[in-house]
């Protein structure tokens, strides 16, 4: 499927579980992984349907270039996130898969829902009522 770029470039916030909650029975580095790939293809599913995704998915790469006397807290990431949210046009909150981290389970996620909620940025929880509310085909 091709990008659709619209010259509207609505942004996106694409919320999902990235942290291993030890509750789908898989190793926490493979469920962290799991988390992050199928994070990236919802924000790719997203970026297809003429929006413009914010993908946390990808802050792990920060620390791949981190010098040894540089870090990256926590609260550093989950600010990082946050402001993302509050500049967004909507937050899409991935569906839940079986054999996956649940957003429920997410406390990250929770977070940004109720931070959306609070600034009134709409929440979407599927793909269709994204598009519907932007009135995208």
């Known amino acids: ?69 540089e870090e990256i807290s926590e609260s550093m990431i989950k600010n990082l996130s946050m402001t993302f949210v509050e500049s967004s046009k909507g937050v899409f909150v991935m569906p839940n898969e079986k054999g996956y981290t649940t957003w429920q389970d997410s406390s990250g996620v929770k977070a940004e829902i109720e931070r959306a909620e609070e600034l009134k940025i709409p929440v979407f929880y599927t793909l269709k009522a994204l598009k519907k509310h932007f009135k995208k085909k």
Request: proline share 6%; hydrophobic share 45%; glycine share 8%.
């Open 1 to 69: 499927m091709k990008i659709k770029l619209g010259d509207d470039r609505i942004q996106i916030y694409v919320a999902g579980p990235i942290t291993p909650q030890g509750k789908v029975g898989k190793h926490p580095v493979i469920e962290f992984l799991d988390n992050v790939r199928r994070g990236v293809r919802w924000c790719v599913r997203v970026w297809q349907e003429g929006f413009m995704p914010f993908c946390a998915f990808f802050d792990f790469v920060y620390w791949l270039v981190l010098k040894d006397d």
